[in-house]
């Protein structure tokens, strides 16, 4: 395995920035993110009350980005120590082992939990059968795999936010 991040960006309304760590798994090249410990934080294009954004001086708004920056900085650093890495992988071999006797029952429970949509069920048990993994990391493989078949990016993010949640529940 190994460490990395998600970076994204609303231009859209939301107004903030969010990092996401996530673990790259070399077998199979796909990435489990771990929203769990997401780090959002609303950026300088945020909304503010008419008439303040003119009131902020060139200081203010350079300092101001420079704590997101530090901000940003220490979660990077926090998500690529080997610390970090150990704890989530202990976490996940603790659960990945579980085994999956019905696959396709155990599927169609997690994907009401989840709110899969049924292509999206159909997809996941289609990827876990080619896995050939019937344990829960497989849960969370056939899922990160569906995910890089569909055309929707922020769908595919969404998938992959689940992953794990989708093997804990196994």
């Known amino acids: 395995m190994f460490a990395g991040f998600r970076f994204s960006n609303s231009e859209i309304g939301?107004?903030?920035?969010?990092?996401?760590p996530e673990l790259l798994v070399?077998?199979?090249?796909?990435?489990?993110t771990l929203p769990?410990?997401?780090?959002?934080?609303?950026?300088?294009?945020d909304r503010l009350e008419i008439g303040l954004s003119e009131d902020w001086s060139h200081d203010t708004q350079r300092k101001r980005l420079a704590v997101i920056t530090a901000e940003t900085r220490d979660k990077v650093?926090?998500?690529?120590?080997?610390?970090?890495?150990?704890?989530?992988?202990?976490?996940?071999?603790?659960?990945?082992?579980?085994p999956v006797a019905h696959p396709e029952h155990t599927i169609e429970v997690i994907s009401k939990k989840l709110k899969f949509t049924e292509e999206?069920?159909?997809?996941i048990l289609s990827h876990f059968i080619a896995g050939a993994q019937l344990t829960s990391a497989g849960?969370?493989?056939a899922v990160t795999?569906?995910?890089?078949t569909?055309?929707?990016?922020?769908?595919?993010?969404?998938?992959?936010?689940?992953?794990?949640h989708a093997m804990s529940l196994v």
């Open 150 to 164: 569909i055309p929707d990016a922020d769908r595919a993010d969404t998938l992959d936010d689940l992953a794990l």
């Open 36 to 45: 769990m410990f997401a780090y959002t934080k609303r950026h300088i294009g």
């Open 26 to 32: 070399e077998i199979c090249g796909n990435g489990l």
């Open 14 to 20: 939301h107004h903030a920035v969010t990092l996401k």
């Open 139 to 141: 849960i969370a493989h």
């Open 145 to 148: 795999s569906y995910s890089q």
């Open 120 to 123: 999206e069920r159909r997809g």
């Open 77 to 98: 650093a926090e998500w690529l120590s080997p610390q970090f890495l150990n704890a989530r992988i202990t976490e996940l071999e603790r659960h990945a082992a579980t």
